[in-house]
């Protein structure tokens, strides 16, 4: 797969927590965890599981910090 995200951090999947539409999947990449908001459709899809290698893959124009 070829995509022209230039952020693209391959890892394991370490746990899937579906609710009622949307499931956080969290990607261990090197000691780093990376939580993914998506639908529970598309975990079905690909079918995500625990232990399976996966990629994140980050696309985004603005980063936004904030503290009180």
Do not use: C, P
């Not at 995200?5 to 990376?34: E, P, S, Y």
């Not at 899809?45 to 985004?60: F, R």
């Amino acid at each position: 797969m070829k995509v022209s995200a230039r952020n693209v951090f391959t890892g394991k999947i370490t746990k899937v927590i579906k609710g009622t539409t949307t499931a956080h999947v969290m990607l261990d990449v090197g000691g780093t965890t990376i939580t993914a908001a998506i639908t529970n459709e598309s975990v079905e899809d690909l079918g995500l599981k625990d232990g399976m290698e996966a990629s994140a893959i980050i696309k985004s124009s603005d980063v936004i910090i904030a503290v009180k």
